[in-house]
């Protein structure tokens, strides 16, 4: 019942989306608390026990729950169960209202405006860029961010419960990112630093749970968008930069739209002849890679239907999944 449970979740959280501060993201984030206090020893060992409580104890908890559920009550109130963690772990509306205000801003004209949403979404200095860099890390931290917060989530969900593990992999793969994020920025605060040990195994960790849903996305990107593009895009690009799975969903995209994105993913996805590929977070501002457009404010339109063309076609797979089981 993959299919009902991630579309009941969908319309719940796009009726009624859960806020900030509530109780159930709270809770995680004290689970987490307590591991990086009683694990974190500096350590790789303790780095690993430190992940394994934060990630893998409430992933364990949502299995466990599933199943007692499912051999006691039958599989209706386990499919409750599912749609609940799935409602907690999935959906648009935890970061689409950041695209929706930064849109509506540069839409009114509102340059300033919109660099200070910039910069509170991402943290990040925003002061000084024009109008077309605005516009590219918008949908770039867009893409990502609905690839982290629904195709990645669904791909693990897919794979978990196709086996009988429910909703584990939802929760496995939105902790593991959490948990990197969260980790990150604590080890730059003074009351609760963060071993690199315990950075490192968070970042580990992450970059193998991520790999195969980054290149679904990916794929699914190049499906529903323009395939021949999106495809060369990725294949120049993952051997100069291996193992960078946001680079991969990028050049993906830059591909399908025919946008110029991040800059290493850029120049890979529209390469001048003979010119080297350019390191991450360095921005390409080469003519040569002239066939890919700036992005302007009509692109974020663009992006917005790929992303729910994507949707769709992961929703009939789906449906396809469901009823091919239901017949077996």
Do not use: C
């Not at 315990?198 to 970059?207: E, I, P, R």
């Not at 190049?222 to 593009?229: D, Q, R, T, Y």
Request: no cysteine; proline share 4%; charged share 15%.
């Amino acid at each position: 019942m993959s299919f009902i449970s991630v579309l009941l979740a969908l319309l719940l959280e796009q009726a009624r989306p859960l806020g900030r501060g509530n109780p159930v993201h709270a809770g995680l984030r004290a689970w987490v608390r307590w591991s990086t206090r009683n694990f974190d020893a500096g350590k790789s060992f303790h780095g690993w026990l430190a992940w394994g409580f934060a990630v893998g104890g409430p992933t364990l908890a949502a299995l466990a729950i599933y199943w007692v559920l499912d051999v006691f009550l039958g599989w209706p109130v386990a499919m409750v169960w599912s749609v609940a963690v799935l409602y907690a772990t999935l959906g648009f509306r935890q970061f689409s209202f950041h695209f929706t205000q930064i849109r509506d801003a540069l839409a009114d004209g509102d340059e300033d405006r919109a660099r200070e949403l910039l910069a509170e979404w991402q943290q990040i200095d925003a002061s000084q860029l024009p109008r077309s860099e605005i516009l590219r890390h918008v949908i770039e931290h867009s893409v990502l961010a609905a690839h982290r917060h629904v195709f990645g989530v669904l791909a693990w969900y897919a794979v978990l419960a196709a086996f009988g593990f429910g909703p584990a992999g939802a929760v496995l793969y939105r902790l593991s990112e959490f948990v990197t994020r969260y980790w990150q920025h604590k080890s730059k605060a003074h009351h609760q630093p963060v071993s690199e040990a315990l950075q490192q195994t968070a970042a580990d960790a992450w970059g193998a749970i991520d790999w195969l849903p980054a290149r679904i996305t990916a794929i699914s990107f190049a499906v529903v968008g323009s395939f021949e593009e999106a495809i060369d895009g990725w294949r120049y690009y993952e051997p100069r930069f291996e193992g960078d799975n946001d680079g991969v969903i990028l050049a993906a995209t830059s591909g399908a739209v025919n946008i110029r994105l991040g800059a290493a993913a850029s120049a890979a996805t529209f390469p001048t002849d003979g010119a080297p590929a350019m390191p991450p977070g360095s921005v390409d501002r080469r003519s040569g890679a002239s066939s890919a457009q700036v992005p302007e404010l009509a692109h974020l339109a663009v992006v917005v239907g790929l992303v729910w063309r994507t949707v769709v076609m992961w929703m009939v797979l789906l449906a396809l999944l469901t009823l091919a089981r239901l017949l077996g």
